[in-house]
């Protein structure tokens, strides 16, 4: 009834509907386009108008990687929820494939991931580029932090991430284009467990930079630039195409984004100096 209501205040048929099922006419897709847009105006005025009041409530929900929630989560949590007390936070950990997918179909407010297909149901905004750092344990003779050449190096047991993995693909096609020189591969997807197993054993891996931070200044694992080429992984933030972030999420955004770019300039700066 409120359908047919809708059609008859605009004067057209929003909707064809067969034993199909529904599907919407021209008319209908470009008045979802419209409404679309004024949904969004509505939810900026409702942020404009709790700013000027002072107050951020309400909720938000985060998908992360295991890259971000060693060294990029704690100081972001820290000053937001500082800053915002009134609102309740949620972290979802997982890899990109599941968090993406979670974001277009609007389970989570949104994520952090790197690049993948274009996907009509998300829109992404670039956050920065971070690096990737061959990591071994403490007890080798190369020196921390000195770059190195993985086309002269091995032969190397290494682990890398299962092919369920977006990393796997991308790392894959790194190593046949040096022409590495690997012995063995464990396959693993726990972020936590591969840097563990990296400290007590004679396993190797490649990690992006924003999960290594905290062994750059010292820990159980030496970390070394890769050149000749270098490797490099980008993040975007993705939201649903469909709405507006809400003001606590995108203040909670903002505070991932500005420790993500920190993190990463951190990294060059520290491996660049040697």
Known sequence: MQIKDLEDSVGLQLFERSARGVEPTPA?????????????????????????????????????????????????????????????VRIVEAYSAVLTESVANEEIDFAIVPPSSSDPRLQAQ???????????????????LTPVQISAMGPLKLILPTHR??????????????????????????????????AASDWVSILPGALCYPDVVSGPRKIHPIEEPPLFVDYVL???ASRLLGSAARAFADALKSEIIHLGAEIRDRTQAH
């Open 28 to 88: 209908g897709e470009r008045f979802y386009a419209h409404a679309m847009r004024v949904t969004h105006e509505l939810q900026s005025l409702r942020d404009q108008m709790s700013a000027i009041k002072g107050q951020v409530t309400g909720s938000v929900t985060a998908g992360l990687m295991p890259t971000f929630t060693r060294a990029a989560l704690t100081p972001a949590v820290q000053r937001f929820s500082a800053q915002y007390p009134l609102v309740n």
């Open 126 to 144: 670039y956050i920065s580029q971070d690096r990737e750092l061959f990591v071994t344990s403490n007890k080798t003779e190369r020196a921390h």
């Open 165 to 198: 993995n977006a990393r796997r693909a991308r790392l894959d096609a790194y190593l046949k284009g040096v022409g590495a020189n690997v012995a063995a591969i464990l396959e693993m997807d726990a972020m936590m467990g591969t840097i563990e197993l990296i």
């Open 238 to 240: 993705i939201t649903p």
